[in-house]
């Protein structure tokens, strides 16, 4: 059994910045990738940033420019460097990682921008 604990989420002002971090544990995996989902309400989950464990990398279009995707595969953790936030990044920020067999979630983390 695979757990993701995600922390860094909060409150902050448009313009501002803030860090996700998402560690994963349990029983023995190989990761292909971890990266970060969001969901606003009423609205579908959507990707935001991944990294593959070769190190390419996937954005949204929305945050390219402004958000950075990072990883460290040796402690099994990925970061997310948000920048210039705005309003409409108000979302549940959902760590994700994927095996060549399984994919995982974690609980989530309310990021609230505020204008």
């Known amino acids: 059994q695979v757990q993701l604990v995600e922390s860094g989420g909060g409150l902050v002002q448009a313009g501002g910045s803030l860090r996700l971090s998402c560690a994963a544990s349990?029983?023995?995996?190989?990761?292909?990738?971890m990266g970060w989902y969001r969901q606003a309400p009423g609205k579908q989950r959507d990707l935001v940033a991944v990294v593959a464990t070769g190190g390419s990398t996937n954005y949204k279009d929305a945050v390219k420019g402004r958000f950075t995707v990072s990883s460290d595969f040796a402690k099994n953790t990925v970061y997310l460097q948000m920048n210039s936030l705005k309003p409409e990044d108000t979302a549940v920020y959902y760590c994700?990682?994927?095996?060549?067999?399984?994919?995982?979630w974690g609980q989530g983390t309310q990021v609230t921008v505020s204008s």
């Open positions: 349990g029983s023995s995996f190989n990761i292909r990738a």
């Open positions: 994700h990682l994927r095996t060549y067999l399984n994919t995982y």
